[in-house]
């Protein structure tokens, strides 16, 4: 059964990949899709690379807070709703609770102090491994895949 570590373990292999011309990348051309952000194929891609295929090779940042919020796939966890981050979640920077959102990456530890480090695609051109420079927990929004299996949502519509 599929891990948060298992996640985090996978995205640390690709740390160091970058991108070609125009966001040519690995990780959208598997989907059938290139040359666009890729911060949410990689994920998808990792997620895939654990088992993990329930959001479908989105490359939609926000598709993943609104499959966990709208659809139950994994656990969402609101903006201010005090959630602090565990190894191998996902946070979302910037969702507007509708339909966009600027980024996402993976929660490499569990958060302490208000901070976490992650592992991001197309941070920089590349995937990276970032220090623990996402310095307030609370600027974010979370979700927490479904390993278990089980599909779970703090909060319904």
């Known amino acids: 059964m599929a891990t948060g570590k298992d996640l985090v373990n996978v995205a640390l292999k690709e740390v160091g990949y970058t991108e070609g011309a125009n966001n040519s990348n690995k990780y959208g ?6 040359n666009e952000a890729w911060c949410g194929f990689f994920v998808s891609w990792c997620l895939e690379q654990i088992g993990i295929d329930d959001y479908g090779g989105t490359g939609s940042a926000a598709k ?32 507007n609770g509708v339909d966009w959102a600027q980024h996402v990456g993976i929660v ?4 302490s102090g208000g901070q976490f480090p992650s592992v991001d695609g197309n941070y920089s ?33």
Request: proline content about 8%; some cysteine; charged content about 20%.
């Open 29 to 34: 051309a598997s989907f059938g899709v290139n």
């Open 64 to 95: 993943f807070a609104l499959d966990a919020r709208d659809r139950g796939i994994g656990t969402f966890h609101p903006k201010g709703s005090g959630y602090s981050p565990k190894l191998g979640d996902l946070y979302i920077y910037l969702f």
């Open 108 to 111: 490499k530890e569990d958060a």
């Open 125 to 157: 051109g590349g995937v990276r491994n970032t220090p623990k420079s996402r310095n307030n927990v609370s600027n974010y929004c979370y979700v927490t895949p479904p390993y278990d299996g089980a599909a779970t949502s703090e909060l319904k519509p």
